[in-house]
């Protein structure tokens, strides 16, 4: 089998199609998240701590001068993508207890034994008839 065959059987699988589609999602999602703690929940969290815009919350390092722009750690951004983190991972533990509760659900009612065929039937009331 040359590569580009093995490539395409490899490429072609339901699981990697899955995961692809899993991953674009999973990047759309990241971005309304951001944009939710970013544009929502920071400002009136900035507001009650007293009016702290917590995207420009910075520590200068060095100031800056006509030629160089100011070194600084940006922990307010920092702040935010933490924030962005929690509600993600907590979306995905909901998602992903969802998921293992609906395999509990399974599991737990299993289906009743197959009803034999009518010539397991028959050779069961054979076997009855020759024991006796």
Same mark, same amino acid.
């Given at each position: 089998? %040359?590569?580009?065959?093995?490539? $395409?059987?490899?490429?072609?699988k339901?699981?990697?199609?899955?995961?692809?589609?899993g991953i674009?999602?999973?990047?759309?999602?990241g971005k309304?998240?951001? %944009?939710f703690v970013?544009?929502v929940?920071m400002p009136?969290i900035?507001?009650?701590?007293g009016?702290v815009?917590f995207?420009?919350?910075?520590?200068?390092?060095?100031?800056a001068?006509?030629?160089?722009a100011a070194?600084t750690?940006n922990y307010?951004k920092?702040?935010q993508?933490l924030?962005?983190?929690?509600?993600?991972a907590f979306?995905?533990?909901?998602?992903?207890k969802?998921m293992? %509760?609906?395999?509990?659900k399974?599991?737990?009612?299993? %289906?009743?034994p197959p009803?034999?065929?009518?010539e397991? $039937?028959?050779l069961a009331e054979i076997?009855d008839l020759?024991k006796?």
């Open positions: 089998m %040359s590569m580009l065959q093995e490539f $395409k059987t490899f490429a072609v339901g699981n990697v199609m899955d995961m692809a589609v674009i999602i999973g990047a759309a999602f309304i998240v951001s %944009s970013s544009d929940i009136p900035g507001l009650i701590i009016g815009n995207s420009k919350l910075a520590y200068t390092l060095k100031a001068t006509d030629s160089t070194i750690i307010g920092f702040i993508t924030v962005d983190f929690t509600i993600i979306a995905i533990f909901m998602v992903v969802a293992n %509760s609906l395999k509990k399974e599991e737990a009612a299993p %289906s009743a009803q034999p065929s009518e397991q $039937k028959l076997r020759l006796k």
